[in-house]
Structures are given as C-alpha cells and as structure tokens.
C-alpha cells in the first residue's frame, strides 16, 4: 500500500513570496491533515479535513495560510504571502475515518526556507 | 494552551544501553501515544496507550500510560544504532466532533555503537 505522498520535497522562497504544497492522502482514506514542525519543535496541527470538509481549522493563519480539499482525496496548502516564521517543515497525515482510535499516517513533509 | 512537557531534551546513549523518556501534562487525555520521526521523514507511530494505567510492549520497547492520565514514559531496552531518531508523545484531544494530535517537543536520541 502506497503511503502518503508530498511534493515538493523541499523549498526556498523569499519573504512575501507565495508557496504551494501538495499532498495525496492514503487511498480510501477520509481524513486528512496538514501539521507545521518548527525545527525543535513538534508538529502543530493547522488544518483537518474530514472528506472534502473542514473539521478543525482553528489553528490556521487564516490571514496568509488556505487549504482546500476539493474533490475529498488529494489537498493543496498555500501560505500568502510568506513571512520568515513560516519557516518549517509541513506534515500531510491521514487517516482512515479520522475517529480517536484511527493511526494517522505521516507524509516525509515539506521543508520550506523562507529567506 | 495545552502542553506536554517531555524530558529528557536529548540523549547520548552507547550501543547496548536502556533508555528511559517520559512525558507529562498539567491536563488530563485519554489517549497518549508515542512517534519516532527520523531525518527527513514523518512520525510513525510506535506504540498507542488507551487505558490508565496500561503497559504496553512492542519489541524492545515498552510505554506505561500513567493512573493519573498526566503521565506516560516510554523505555527502550538494550539500544542499538537505528534507534537514533527523536521520539515523540502526543496526546489526543477530544475537541469538538474528532479528535486531534497534541504533541511534545520530542527527545533527541543519539547511539554510539
């Protein structure tokens, strides 16, 4: 079984620069999630979606960070426009229906440099 | 908001040695559970915690799940080099309709063959 896929891997933008990440859940899963990991720090959750509706957005910078989730399998996040602090690396997860006992699966991220 | 405090930061291990990390919160979860990530991958889950009190073993590794539901310590026993990575505890929080990840801010775990 195929595990979470991300692109880009990796990067480097300048600040007020706009950046895309893409990321295609495990098949048949509903749930998806996008993390932030600040270097030293553990993931934040920022968005989730359960199938192409948002379950918890509250910790979203809603001012420059959007998601969507348009057809419920892969999702877009975009961060416009950039600040220094958006420094990190972006997790993608999903899981199969997104209940409290449900393993989330962890994408290899996207490390972003924001210069 | 809410914090996990997790102890140690890092650690610098010899090859054959037992390791010992835990984890604690001002609030009570229901859930605790524990990730290693390594260089340039995402967490994976090593072992899930559901009831206080709980011991669980998976392999070398063992997680407790503390009676209070504030604590959970993780031991790996006789380590060897692919242990290297940073472990992490995370909690679910049951906020609304689904839960979500809360998670510590990771120990650092170095092995020296």
């Known amino acids: 079984e195929a595990g979470v896929a991300q692109s880009p891997r990796y990067k480097i933008i300048e600040k007020r620069q706009s950046v895309a990440f893409w990321c295609n859940p495990i098949s048949g899963h509903a749930t998806l999630y996008w993390y932030q990991q600040i270097l030293g720090q553990g993931p934040k959750l920022l968005i989730q979606f359960q199938n192409n509706g948002v379950v918890d957005d509250s910790q979203l910078p809603k001012d420059r960070f959007s998601a969507e989730r348009l057809k419920g399998v892969d999702s877009t996040l975009k961060i416009q426009p950039a600040k220094l602090e958006d420094s990190a690396v972006y997790l993608c997860?999903?899981?199969?229906?997104?209940?409290?006992?449900?393993?989330?699966?962890f994408g290899p991220g996207t490390r972003l440099t924001v210069t | 908001g809410q914090q996990l405090n997790q102890s140690p930061q890092s650690m610098f291990i010899q090859e054959g040695e037992d390791v010992s990390m835990n984890c604690t919160s001002s609030?009570?979860?229901?859930?605790w559970l524990w990730y290693k990530q390594e260089p340039g991958e995402g967490p994976v889950l090593l072992i899930a915690?559901?009831?206080?009190?709980e011991l669980t073993s998976n392999g070398r590794l063992t997680a407790q799940f503390g009676i209070t539901r504030k604590d959970s310590f993780l031991n790996i026993s006789a380590s060897i080099p692919s242990d290297v990575g940073i472990y992490f505890c995370?909690?679910?929080?049951?906020?609304?309709?689904?839960?979500?990840?809360?998670f510590g801010k990771g120990t650092k775990l170095s092995v020296k063959p």
């Open positions: 609030s009570i979860f229901n859930t």
């Open positions: 997860a999903s899981s199969k229906r997104g209940m409290g006992l449900d393993e989330q699966y």
């Open positions: 995370a909690v679910m929080n049951y906020g609304g309709s689904q839960g979500n990840l809360i």
């Open positions: 915690l559901y009831k206080a009190g």
